[in-house]
Nanobody, 125 residues
Framework: VQLQAFGGGLVQAGGSMRLSCAAS????????MGWFRQAPGKEREFVAA????????YYGDSVKGRFTLSRNNAKNTVYLQMSSLRPDDTAVYYC???????????????????WGQGTLVTVSS
């Protein structure tokens, strides 16, 4: 699987930004696709994910209500719309896919077998 992420860059606090990630090389019918992030000196953090079956979407507690994940099935692409950005949202954001991800492992980075190259989001105060 190849994951190509788009978006990222510098934005002021309170602003918005959209990330997108296109998956290619495989047809997905199970598992999940979404985003993790990692700030300097911190562990990887679950941001959001969508399960292929049922279109259920899950968010990390720190982004709930501010970030919105959506999917274009025809393009195998997910979009992360980020609003009300804060300086502590600054991180490298990674697109992920995991065909064997189940509900109990959704927030575990080890459950995802394919990772994109990461895109840096910097939120200035």
């Amino acid at each position: 699987v190849q994951l190509q992420a788009f978006g990222g860059g510098l934005v002021q606090a309170g602003g918005s930004m959209r990330l997108s990630c296109a998956a290619s090389g495989r047809t997905f019918s199970s598992g999940a696709m979404g985003w993790f992030r990692q700030a300097p000196g911190k562990e990887r953090e679950f941001v959001a994910a969508i399960r292929w079956s049922g279109n259920y979407i899950y968010y990390g507690d720190s982004v709930k209500g501010r970030f919105t994940l959506s999917r274009n099935n025809a393009k195998n692409t997910v979009y992360l719309q980020m609003s009300s950005l804060r300086p502590d949202d600054t991180a490298v954001y990674y697109c992920v896919v995991g065909e064997r991800v189940i509900l109990s492992s959704l927030r575990n980075p080890s459950a995802y077998n394919d990772w994109g190259q990461g895109t840096l989001v910097t939120v200035s105060s």
